[in-house]
């Protein structure tokens, strides 16, 4: 058949828009501003800062164009569109046009003069991919009687394995999390003196190797996964209190430090809850001296939030671990109480101990994709299993080293 083949097959005269599946789709924008045309789609990441998207400065009627939340970071930091002198809605620019919130897209298309720009779909992708949860834990380096690098792992099930001969530096005070989606990584400590050596726990739960940490080292501090796949470190005692940070991508490659929010303190202890944010809290701090029941939230991007005050009574030299899939719990430390934290991040009030306390420089794992267990503490070889509704059980003696404290546990291994 000769002649040319057109797309507008009801044969009227006129320019026909395209469609959404007929646009031109751009590269990623990370930009703080950027200048659309129609015609087009654009993913808009936010990640690292919002973003003032530029409209074209003359339109016709039909021109189309498309703006999707690529990492759903929206409702950190914000979209703003600029209609660059064409109305919308049927409102001037000078009227704020924001989207705010994540997971959104924004179907646009030009209509006449008067209305100018109208959202066809301003829709939210309320189903994200989740990650499943770990279902073992390990537990390694810390104080037995002198320092040392042993593990231990935590099956599915919450039963202890024996000591596992050590791998990398012996230190003491580490911080570990689980990254990845099913690996961990213990990071920083002291070995008398401060280091930022890491070490990676593949799958299976095997100890990696030395690799260089990045930072500025310190001890005593926290680390809980966020996100899919990252993990943050922050807090601590560089040789004094520390609110710096350090973010861990999916590779388990440690960031450098960035600039600290919040109350400087050590000995405080973080979990992951709400699937996909974490909470540091508690904690010893200098100014004002002495113990702490600040919390602060970090947000599905790593973003650690300001001070809260926190529930409960302030403590120093406790752990703290996911339970129930989305909460969070900490436990023990001097003086030893638990506290239940919700899928929002809310700090229940203080619940009595089950078990021998007070007890500090203790571990917390989540293991069997919705329980944790504590383990040790200073003087005790004691262990310590939650259930996923946040019950503590009673003391169970625990198995290898005696006495094993200033240790750390993170989860690994989506297979029971």
């Not at 900490?330 to 021998?356: E, I, R």
Request: charged share 10%; aromatic share 8%; net charge negative.
């Amino acid at each position: 058949m000769s002649g040319t083949i057109v797309d507008n097959i009801l044969r009227q005269s006129g320019s026909i828009a395209a469609t959404p599946a007929g646009l031109s789709w751009q590269d990623v924008v990370t930009a703080s501003t950027v200048t659309v045309e129609a015609g087009n789609g654009y993913w808009i990441n936010t990640t690292s800062n919002a973003c003032t998207i530029t409209l074209p400065a003359s339109a016709e009627a039909g021109d189309n164009i498309v703006i999707v939340d690529y990492a759903r970071t929206w409702g950190t930091n914000n979209v703003e569109l600029d209609s660059n002198g064409l109305n919308f809605q049927g409102n001037s620019d000078v009227y704020e046009v924001k989207y705010t919130t994540s997971g959104q897209s924004v179907n646009l298309v030009y209509s006449d003069s008067t209305k100018g720009w109208i959202p066809l779909e301003d829709d939210v992708v309320a189903d994200e991919p989740v990650a499943p949860p770990t279902q073992k834990g390990i537990f390694a380096f810390g104080n037995t009687g002198s320092i040392t690098n042993i593990s231990s792992l935590v099956n599915s099930s919450g039963v202890i394995s024996a000591d596992i001969t050590g791998v990398g530096t012996a230190r003491q005070q580490p911080m570990a999390a689980t990254y990845g989606g099913d690996k961990g990584i213990f990071a920083y400590g002291t070995t008398g003196s401060l280091v930022n050596t890491r070490n990676l726990v593949n799958t299976s739960g095997v100890v990696a190797s030395d690799a260089s940490g990045a930072g500025t080292a310190k001890s005593q501090g926290g680390a809980a996964g966020y996100g899919v796949g990252l993990a943050i470190i922050a807090f601590g005692n560089s040789g004094s209190y520390t609110n710096t940070s350090n973010l861990v991508n999916s590779s388990g490659v440690v960031g450098s430090d960035v600039t600290g929010v919040g109350q400087a303190r050590g000995v405080l202890a973080a979990a992951r809850y709400g699937g996909d944010k974490a909470i540091f809290g508690y904690g010893y701090a200098a100014s004002p001296s002495g113990r702490s029941r600040r919390n602060n939230l970090v947000s599905n991007v790593g973003v650690v939030g300001s001070d809260v005050t926190g529930v409960g009574t302030p403590r120093s030299g406790l752990a703290a671990a996911s339970y129930g899939g989305d909460k969070a719990i900490f436990g023990y430390g001097d003086p030893a109480s638990t506290n239940l934290v919700s899928n929002t991040g809310v700090c229940a009030a203080d619940v009595s101990s089950v078990g021998t306390s007070p007890r500090e420089g203790l571990a917390a794992v989540n293991y069997g994709g919705d329980k944790a267990i504590f383990h040790g503490g200073s003087g005790y070889g004691l262990s310590n299993l939650v259930n996923n509704s946040g019950v503590v059980a009673a003391d169970v003696a625990a198995v290898g080293s005696a006495n094993r404290y200033n240790h750390a546990g993170c989860g690994f291994s989506t297979s029971a």
